[in-house]
């Protein structure tokens, strides 16, 4: 059966999902969800059998149905390849009594690149099938890991160019010098005067430019996007979740059928919505829980109803969940409403005029399924600590903010259902804070020093992605003010 995508705000026309992954956002501001979401066809003991590139076809033609099976099937062998260091794409490390699936294997050490190794493929592939001739111009803000991930993935890729740009300031000295020190001719780095939050709704003003999109057409050029809005990075997502329970079930940690919780770090709401997705489609998962740092508005979503924007913007260590408006939450606002698209777009100009919407308490009982969970600063660097200490395994200060809420909620709940953890980054890419963390003394080493010592302390052999930033030369030193994206992409583009 044929999925078409529709719009959360208003009755816009169906397309296919080849069109979705080319336009990223709806022209109305929403975001495309798939009509329905589809049911796994194949048992949990089948998939269990599955290597990580079977199980993304399994899922992924589920969605992606315009796609021919060779189609598919090429992007997910040029995706999943030698680019990560594990055969098993996302291995399972069990620690602390919890389950970290390791998504941070692929090229760029985050797990960004889980859905970024497949995207500009999956977009190649639907300029092809929809003949568009134009040159697709990739736009896309960062919290710091999407950046270079999408950059990686795009650069030198024919019919594309990509531009990125970060909050100068908000992002980790790996994360800023992976990102400047990025070759290709395609590519382009602007680091903005603002945060996250602006970066996103600058990228998306540009998306809603009706006359720039007419004269980008005349000289040949038309916008996507490769942020966590775009469906081809969402279904990518939703593989690894079902991969991981087979991988449990192979390794006879659960039993088939058996119901995980999930705890996922979160930010744009991208990665556990992906989960929810997997939850919908059949995979036995139990409670989501959705562990926000101190930026904690959807902890406090969860708990009242409201979400509310309207608060103090802080800078943490863990700086790819530093995010108030989680554009991905808008999915699943959609189905609480029970796929009403007028309700969904009003609480959306609410939040864009107010900064805040409160949802029905019909809606809420839609949420139940998800938990908000945050944890400090303190308690994320103690738990970096009590891991390291405990069971010699180093994680990094994304997930640690996911591990310290799942204590905080076991001690709460009592809940002993078994729970995978979303680890979505190398401790090395945050090496400064995580060396911190373990000990107060490494707050005076220089960041390489500390790269080393890492090395020794967790056994895990420094990645090539770290390597190549310490000698690659800077490429890419724009700036621009919060309020000059548009000027800035105009002129990179010559129009
Ligand atoms: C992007 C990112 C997150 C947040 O993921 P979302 O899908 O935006 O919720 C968490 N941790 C790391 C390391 C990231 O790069």
Redesign the pocket.
Known sequence: MDIMYKSTRSDAAKITASQAILKGLSPDGGLFVPEKIPALDKSLAQLAEMSYQETAYEVMKLYLTDFAEEELKGCIQSAYDEKFDTKLIAPIRKAGGAYYLELFHGATI???DMALSILPHLMTTSAKKNGVKNEIVILTAT????GKAALAGFADVPGTRICVFYPKGGVSAVQEKQMVTQTGDNTHVIGIHGNFDDAQTGVKNIFGDKELAAKMDAAGFQFSSAN?INIGRLVP?IVYYVYAYGQLLKQGEIAEGEKINVC??????????AAYYAKLMGLPIGKLLCASNENKVLYDFFGTGVYDRNREFILTS?P??D?LI?S?LERLIYRATGEDQAACASLMRSLSENGKYEVTDEMKKALADFCGLTASEAECFAKIRSLYETEGYVI?T??AVAAASLDKYVKATGDQTKTVIAS??SPY?FCRAVMTAIDDANADKEDFALIDDMERISGVVIPPAIEQIRTAPVRHNTQCDKTEMKQAVCQWLGV
């Open positions: 985050a797990f960004k919290s710091g890991d999407t966590s997502q996922v770090p979160t930010g744009n709401f991208g990665n556990i919505l863990s790819s969940m995010i989680s991905n990094d994304h997930t979505t980054a890419k």
